[in-house]
């Protein structure tokens, strides 16, 4: 009589955990999202790694840069691909190996060679200059060596944190 009490209560325990768990006790394995995002984040830092492999900028100095910043950005995304976790962090891990891979078509472009795939825009903001005048991102600033009514935004110059600082357009 006393193995079916301890029968009956445990039975009851189980029940309301899983009940509490929200499900029939079956521990549901992580979103496809999940997988998708690390699968694209590791397709694009096999890529940057790959694009490295390739890369000689022997001894041009303007293209030499390029490609150490692209190693740089190669190893942070590693770093970044071990300690992932969730969809978010995955999407990080993808930006990282995808500016590297801009340095590395910067590279390539400067050494002369074929820039290679198309690569997803970083979300920078695009900047065009023209006749004392500056677009980003479809907003015009005034440019001027003087302040104006027209450039509110324009730095003296002076001294911060102990350093002088030029004078100048402080739009950027």
């Known amino acids: 009589m006393l193995a079916l009490v301890l029968i009956a209560g445990a039975a009851a325990a189980v029940a309301v955990q899983r009940r509490a768990a929200g499900g029939a006790g079956v521990v549901p394995l992580e979103p496809t999202a999940d997988f998708d995002a690390r699968a694209e984040a590791d397709r694009w830092v096999e890529r940057l790694g790959g694009s490295l492999s390739t890369l000689d900028a022997g001894g041009d100095r303007a293209a030499g840069q390029a490609p150490a910043d692209a190693n740089e950005r190669y190893r942070a995304a590693r770093g970044q691909l071990a300690a992932a976790g969730s969809p978010a962090q995955y999407v990080m891990v993808t930006q990282t190996a995808v500016e590297g891979l801009h340095y590395v078509r910067g590279a390539r472009t400067a050494l002369g060679l074929q820039p290679g795939p198309a690569l997803p825009d970083l979300g920078a903001a695009t900047v065009t200059a023209r006749d004392g005048r500056v677009t980003v991102d479809d907003r015009t600033y ?28 402080g739009i950027f």
């Open 142 to 169: 005034a440019v001027s060596d003087r302040p104006g009514g027209a450039t509110p935004y324009y730095y003296p110059g002076g001294v911060v944190g102990g350093r002088h600082v030029p004078g100048g357009d």
